[in-house]
């Protein structure tokens, strides 16, 4: 079925990753429109631009449309959305570099996804585990196999799928693995340089310590599956209010 699809990402316009998902849905007979911001956005999460007006610069590049927001990933939903309001779903990513574990709090990537759904409409965040990706528009095709064989009987506009790929030829690629969100996430050291009334904080990151980590989606990633994790946008635990506000109040059910 051919599908009109909405695709960003918090890299920027300029990257081989949208581009190369683009091509192999126009491949497919698929309408790839992009919105993307007009710079690397990664790390922003939820951020939104709260100006009145934001702009944005049209491009193409080999025959495809892109349309570079002066904004965040939000913003490319919001606006891709209003101006192709009959898309059938977007896509986040193709993302350089993974979003797993904790890390999809600040996602830009999976940020996307998320407010698609919101939007009513069926979405993925993709990721591929590399930031100077080797096989990326293989890795492209693939996925768009994924997405008409096997995808497509379990997106939804319920939840979002955030999926991650390892940067390896297909054939080497161990199989599809659902899996939970692991609670690791990258960590970072900070040290500080005072000079005058200046001070300086500087960042270096490294990667968790996955040892002892089962059945997650930081394991198998790393053991070269591809990794699908829904990921619910309703924040409420209904449960958890009424233990709580009979806690704070127990003459009342339900209130506080």
Known sequence: MRMKILIVNDDGWETRGILELAKALRERDHEPIVFAPAENVSGQGTSMNLLPTVMIDVHEKEGIPMFAVHGT????????????????????????????GGDILTS???AGAQDAIRRDYPSVAVSINSYAPQHLPEVARYFCDLLENKLKDVI???????????????NEIKGIVVAPISEKRWLKDITFELNGDKMKAKFR??????????????????QNYITISPILVNYNDYNLIQNISRA???RERGRV
């Open 205 to 222: 990151g490294y990667k968790p310590d996955i040892s002892g980590e089962r059945d997650t989606d930081v394991n198998y990633i790393n």
């Open 73 to 100: 990933t939000i913003d490319c939903v919001m606006i891709g959305t209003a101006y192709a309001p009959d898309v059938d779903m977007v896509i986040s990513g193709i993302n350089y570099g993974l979003n797993t």
């Open 156 to 170: 939804s506009n319920k939840y979002a799928l955030n999926i991650n790929i390892p940067d390896l030829p297909v």
């Open 108 to 110: 830009g990537t999976v």
């Open 248 to 250: 704070l109040n127990p």
